[in-house]
């Protein structure tokens, strides 16, 4: 992506695109992959260290809360963030500790409680938690 398209991408999610978060955003819309805030860490800076660890997780936090980006959390200490917004669920791998997709159709659920008083229902997502199997 061109920084242009993804300056663009940020604006259209009232997120003022900084050369940092632009930064930021580029490398998690051009690999498409959940990536923890390490990661994007690892990423953005590459060779030589640029942005901090603290802005890095703030940005990712102001993406998510923007709704550029998913924030998945597969266990306590792991945190996803994922390019991909659409409706749609997860494998995760205990053992390896990596996220993959589920296709929102590949999933039905054919029950769910009653909404507590006051509240809408504004999405139920799926982590199918996985290990390797026994032998
Ligand atoms: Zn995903």
Redesign the pocket.
């Known amino acids: 992506m061109s920084v242009e398209e993804v300056s663009r991408l940020l604006r259209e999610h009232d997120i003022t695109p900084t050369a940092q978060r632009v930064e930021i955003a580029n490398v998690l819309f051009t690999r498409k992959e ?1 990536l923890s805030a390490e990661d994007v860490f690892v990423l953005v800076n590459g060779e030589a260290p640029r942005v901090s660890k603290a802005t890095v997780y703030n940005t990712l936090g102001l993406f998510a809360a923007q709704g550029l980006i998913r924030e ?1 959390i597969a266990d306590p200490d792991r945190t996803f963030y ?1 390019p ?1 917004t659409a409706p ?1 669920h ?1 494998f995760y791998d205990t053992a390896t500790g990596k ?1 993959t ?1 589920i296709p929102a159709e590949a999933v039905e659920i054919s029950r769910l409680p009653a909404l507590p008083e006051g509240v809408q229902m504004e999405g139920v997502e799926v982590i199918v938690r996985v290990r390797p199997a026994a032998r």
Do not use: G
Request: charged share 25%; proline share 0%.
């Open positions: 959940h998945v994922d991909n749609h997860h996220l997709d």
